[in-house]
Nanobody, 123 residues
Framework: VQLQASGGGLVQPGDSLRLSCTPS????????IAWFRQVPGKEREGVSC????????MYADSVKGRFTVSRDKVKNAVLLQMNSLKPEDTAVYYC?????????????????WGQGTQVTVSS
């Protein structure tokens, strides 16, 4: 069972990117999906989360108002729309899945993790 994060790239400050998290062997419908990011030498940071019912979402303060998480149930994917990107958003972005219901904490033990996609914001 694997998750695949995709959609990263090199963009300029102020640009947008949309990341996608897709599973290899299961449906995401019942899973809480979170996006994390990590910069070398720093701790992994929770970015966004969407609960299994879609009514529960959570965002890091640093991305509120700029990032939006959503589900594409037709494509069995969770999307992270990232607008107004800043250089400090540069990181490897990972998605993770777990059966938690709602989004309550970044520190819950997610079962499945994707391999990550690089996002670089630079002029």
């Amino acid at each position: 069972v694997q998750l695949q994060a995709s959609g990263g790239g090199l963009v300029q400050p102020g640009d947008s990117l949309r990341l996608s998290c897709t599973p290899s062997e299961f449906t995401l419908d019942y899973y809480t999906i979170a996006w994390f990011r990590q910069v070398p030498g720093k701790e992994r940071e929770g970015v966004s989360c969407i609960g299994s019912s879609d009514t529960s979402t959570m965002y890091a303060d640093s991305v509120k108002g700029r990032f939006t998480v959503s589900r594409d149930k037709v494509k069995n994917a969770v999307l992270l729309q990232m607008n107004s990107l800043k250089p400090e958003d540069t990181a490897v972005y990972y998605c993770a899945a777990g059966l938690f219901g709602t989004c309550s904490s970044w520190k819950v033990p997610y079962e499945y993790w994707g391999q990550g996609t690089q996002v670089t914001v630079s002029s």
